[in-house]
T-cell receptor, first 114, second 113 residues
Framework: GAGVSQSPRYKVAKRGQDVALRCDPISGHVSLFWYQQALGQGPEFLTYFQNEAQLDKSGLPSDRFFAERPEGSVSTLKIQRTQQEDSAVYLC????????????FGPGTRLLVL | DQQVKQNSPSLSVQEGRISILNCDYTNSMFDYFLWYKKYPAEGPTFLISISSIKDKNEDGRFTVFLNKSAKHLSLHIVPSQPGDSAVYFCAASGGSGTYKYIFGTGTRLKVLA
């Protein structure tokens, strides 16, 4: 059975470089979430989509972070002009029709900015 | 301001014994609580959840207890197995229309064979 998949699994970027992280949610899941997990911390909410609509982006740390889900399925988290403090694991989660349903997480993308 | 706290960074338990992981929260609006297990280089895996209308939920070896007056929940694993060794995160959400999970910092459980 296909769970949430993310690519790439690891990404090394030079400071100032733009990166794009991809998330494929569970098929048919309406709600999609992005979280950021720093070393030794729990995941922290970044943004939430219901289908293609971005209903909450209050957790995005700066305007360098941008997320989209144009067709209501695959989502991309883009970070422009990466900084060292952006180094973290970026987790994607999806849930079924109702956002109150349990969120299922992908394996994450580990981003290291040098 | 950390709304969900896991004050024990690590816990070691002998195989076959009970593991008890604790979590405290400060926001009285939280009404849904979850536990996730995380292995290295993998994403968090859903384990068990509980709604605030209940004080206990059981699934096989895993039981979650909720004490609303104390704003405290715990996860009991009985009997503990070496494969249970992982980092456990508690998470909470709540209030009308609230969908974001607030996570604790995790407890690393080591089950000794």
């Amino acid at each position: 059975g296909a769970g949430v998949s993310q690519s790439p699994r690891y990404k090394v970027a030079k400071r100032g470089q733009d990166v794009a992280l991809r998330c494929d949610p569970i098929s048919g899941h309406v709600s999609l979430f992005w979280y950021q997990q720093a070393l030794g911390q729990g995941p922290e909410f970044l943004t939430y989509f219901q289908n293609e609509a971005q209903l909450d982006k209050s957790g995005l740390p700066s305007d360098r972070f941008f997320a989209e889900r144009p067709e209501g399925s695959v989502s991309t988290l883009k970070i422009q002009r990466t900084q060292q403090e952006d180094s973290a694991v970026y987790l994607c989660a999806s849930s079924s029709a109702n956002y109150e349903e349990t969120q299922y997480f992908g394996p994450g993308t580990r981003l290291l900015v040098l | 301001d950390q709304q969900v706290k896991q004050n024990s960074p690590s816990l070691s338990v002998q195989e076959g014994r009970i593991s008890i992981l604790n979590c405290d929260y400060t926001n009285s609006m939280f009404d849904y609580f979850l536990w996730y297990k995380k292995y290295p280089a993998e994403g968090p895996t859903f384990l068990i959840s509980i709604s605030s209308i209940k004080d206990k939920n059981e699934d096989g070896r895993f039981t979650v207890f909720l004490n609303k007056s104390a704003k405290h929940l715990s996860l009991h694993i009985v009997p503990s197995q070496p494969g249970d060794s992982a980092v456990y995160f508690c998470a909470a959400s709540g209030g009308s229309g609230t969908y974001k999970y607030i996570f604790g910092t995790g407890t690393r459980l080591k089950v000794l064979a």
